[in-house]
Every structure is written in structure tokens, then in C-alpha cells.
């Protein structure tokens, strides 16, 4: 079973940036598919961007072009480094994994943007 631990959230000004990582109880290169997916109040969970194991990535088309997401193998981590960051991009952000079949999540990290 993949335990998946999220941090780095919080306030943040409209414009500006943020890194949120994910830290996995596993080598991340065993875990077929690696993502980020958020949910804004009221709204259903989106995705906001993947990795996969050999490295390809996915991208949401509002985030396409200010948001990156990366790993670091040694480190069973994954990030997404939030740039330009927009009022629309407040939301709790999830980490996932998709191993054997399954989905693994996070229990989630809060971005607040401000205007």
C-alpha cells in the first residue's frame, strides 16, 4: 500500500509562487502514474497535472505554462511548483498515485490565494 504525504500549502499572494511536495512510502518508479489533483470549494476534484514513470508529463490546460511538476527519485518526492498563481487556482491539492490498479491519495494541502 502507497502512503502518500503532501506539504508546502498555504497563503499566497495572486501572482505569486508556491512549491507543493509529495512524499511517498515507496520508490515513486514503481508507481505507474504520479499526479496532482485539486479541489476547489464547491467544485468537483480536477486534475491539475501527472508524471509517469518514465518521466512524460500532463498538464491541465489552465495551468499550462505556470505550473511544473517534477520528482526527485532519491527522494520518493514529487512536486508542483505553482507559478503566477491566480485567484482560481485556491483549492485543496491532493497527491496520487496510481499502483496495480489502485489509487492511492494524499490527505491534502490548502492553497489560498489573495488578492
Known amino acids: 500500500q502507497v502512503q502518500l504525504v503532501e506539504s508546502g500549502g498555504g497563503l499566497v499572494q495572486s501572482g505569486g509562487s508556491l512549491r507543493l511536495s509529495c512524499t511517498a512510502s515507496?520508490?515513486?518508479?514503481?508507481?505507474?502514474?504520479m499526479g496532482w489533483y485539486r479541489q476547489a470549494p464547491g467544485k468537483e476534484r480536477e486534475l491539475v497535472a501527472t508524471?509517469?514513470?518514465?518521466?512524460?508529463?500532463n498538464y491541465a490546460d489552465s495551468v499550462k505554462g505556470r505550473f511544473a511538476i517534477s520528482r526527485d527519485i532519491d527522494k520518493n518526492t514529487i512536486f508542483l511548483q505553482m507559478n503566477n498563481l491566480e485567484d482560481g487556482d485556491t483549492a485543496d491539492y491532493y497527491c496520487?498515485?496510481?499502483?496495480?490498479?489502485?489509487?492511492?491519495w494524499g490527505k491534502g494541502t490548502r492553497v489560498t490565494g489573495s488578492s
Open positions: 496520487q498515485g496510481h499502483q496495480w490498479g489502485v489509487d492511492y
Open positions: 508524471i509517469r514513470t518514465g518521466g512524460s508529463t
Open positions: 515507496m520508490n515513486i518508479l514503481t508507481i505507474v502514474v
